[in-house]
């Protein structure tokens, strides 16, 4: 079983806010060459788009894992847990 199928075993319930926020975007389009979120996150919830040059955050598909807020190195990520009774559901097995 890859990562894809593990990930399709998760159940999402999706607020209508997200609990992630690029502090300020001028930091990922100025400073953050590699964009080192677009690859860490395991569920890729993050991307660069190159025609309005900022990270696009696609939160209902996080996974909670947290991995973005500790790998950016410019510490730009706000990252905080879904409000009660929204975000995954993990089903295993």
Known sequence: MNLMDKLYLNRFVPDNESHLKIKDPKICKE???????TYICPAGVYSWDKESERIMIAYEGCVECGTCKYGCLFN??????????FGVSYKFG
Do not use: L, M, S
């Not at 400073?31 to 979120?37: I, V």
């Not at 730009?76 to 009774?85: L, S």
């Open 31 to 37: 400073k953050c060459d590699a964009k080192y979120c």
């Open 76 to 85: 730009n990520i706000e990252w905080r847990y879904p409000r009660g009774g």
